[in-house]
């Protein structure tokens, strides 16, 4: 086939999208085949782009944007600007900015296909959802989005193929944030005594596993909206992440800090709460941990910590590992389980990557 030209369009060069870009100079340079250049990139008060869509070199992208970048364009102007591109646009969403997301359907609509991890738009307002969808088929584009839930694990597209295929599922349960699966295993291990809950929270941010925020983790909304997701591409019309009950593990005291720095600075006057969670799991002989299910049959969706046999897969989890359990009427009564690293920038942008190369090859 002859090399396809399409233009990409990066916004968001954070602990994700700097990765993102890294693999991106990779595709170039081992897979001549797939041609495409990059025409605009953005962070949050700066943008890097041509009137003559002239490409952008990928390798030296953000030290460019930073030097030169002009001001940020209003999200309209950047659709525009991307639709009068010369070829085919992918954008690339590597913010967790909402007002992008809810800009979606104004660039699936003008034909700008859109690749991300931001789970922003996928999680908010059922009308949002169905409207994303319904621009991609009336622009003729495509939106794919397999980092929103377990970063690079193949969660998303397992889910299309059971639905495409004409499978049913029939529940869905795991551990499906990397923060909360290494808080857990690290405060309550299944050996040893563990770690301070506050101290782990900090690692926890250190090492790039929580959102820009680390309160967007702690208030189970993370947890909520992947199984929201999962539970929409079931089948289930989820109205928002307020439909089901969610746990927070944000203490009431701490909900108005304002800043996450006031937060992870106040959080140690607090660690005694989720000790006595721990003790008393212990003296059950279990350990606690924080999950969300979705039962298809009863429709009950549920996040929060629960307690499970050492013996339970979700108790063995290891570092930030993530585990999804999909149970449907074809894998009967063993359930096929994804397990995996399920946050951190490399593992993240990986899901970005994959799901670019899918859309490049069907534009
Ligand atoms: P950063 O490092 O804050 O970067 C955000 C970038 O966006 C910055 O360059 C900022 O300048 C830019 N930006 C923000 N608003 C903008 C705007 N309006 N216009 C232009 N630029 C703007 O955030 P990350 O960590 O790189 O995350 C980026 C996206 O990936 C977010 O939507 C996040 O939710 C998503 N994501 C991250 C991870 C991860 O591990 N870091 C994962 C999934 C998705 O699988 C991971 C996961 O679920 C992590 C979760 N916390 C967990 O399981 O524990």
Redesign the pocket.
């Known amino acids: 086939a002859p090399p396809k030209n399409v233009n990409i369009a990066v916004?968001?060069?954070?602990?994700?999208?700097s990765v993102f870009l890294s693999q991106l100079a990779w595709i170039a340079k081992h897979t001549p085949s797939t041609h495409f250049s990059l025409c605009y990139i953005?962070?949050?008060d700066k943008a890097l782009y041509h009137k003559d869509y002239s490409e952008i070199d990928i390798d030296t992208a953000v030290a460019t944007m930073e030097a030169t970048g002009s001001a940020?364009p209003a999200i309209p102007a950047i659709i525009d600007y991307l639709a009068g591109a010369p070829h085919k646009v992918i954008m690339v969403d590597?913010?967790?900015?909402g007002?992008?997301a809810e800009s979606y359907p104004a660039f699936l609509r003008r034909g700008i296909s859109i690749v991300t991890?931001?789970?922003?738009a996928f999680s908010g307002s059922y009308q949002l959802w169905q409207d994303i969808f319904a621009a991609a088929q009336s622009g003729g584009s495509l939106v794919y989005h397999e980092?929103?839930v377990?970063?690079g694990m193949p969660i998303i597209s397992t889910m299309k193929d059971f639905v495409q295929t004409g499978d049913e599922v029939t529940k869905i349960e795991g551990v499906?944030?990397?923060?909360?699966s290494y808080l857990f295993n690290s405060f309550a291990p299944l050996r040893g005594t563990g770690s301070k809950w506050s101290d782990n929270v900090k690692k926890a941010k250190e090492l790039?596993?929580?959102?820009?925020d680390p309160r967007d983790?702690l208030n189970g909304l993370?947890v909520a909206r992947?199984v929201m997701i999962l539970g929409r591409l079931a089948g289930l019309p989820i109205e928002s992440p307020n439909s089901f009950p969610v746990q927070s593990l944000i203490p009431k005291e701490l909900e108005s800090a304002k800043s996450g720095d006031e937060f992870l600075q106040r959080l140690p006057e607090f660690d005694e709460r989720m000790e006595e969670h721990k003790v008393a799991a212990q003296n059950a002989g279990k350990v606690v941990r924080f999950i969300g299910s979705i039962d298809m049959v009863s429709k009950h969706v549920k996040v929060g910590m629960e307690w499970f046999y050492p013996s339970d897969p979700i108790a063995t989890l290891k570092g930030?590992d993530?585990i999804i359990s999909f149970h449907t009427k074809r894998y009967g009564s063993m359930p096929l389980i994804v397990r995996g690293q399920?946050?951190?920038?490399d593992?993240?942008a990986m899901g970005v990557s994959g799901d670019l190369l899918k859309v490049l090859v069907q534009l």
Request: glycine share 22%.
């Open positions: 916004i968001g060069t954070g602990g994700v999208g953005a962070m949050i940020l590597n913010t967790s900015s007002a992008i991890p931001n789970k922003k980092s929103s377990g970063a499906f944030s990397g923060t909360m790039g596993f929580t959102e820009p983790d993370d992947k930030s993530n399920g946050a951190g920038g593992v993240t």
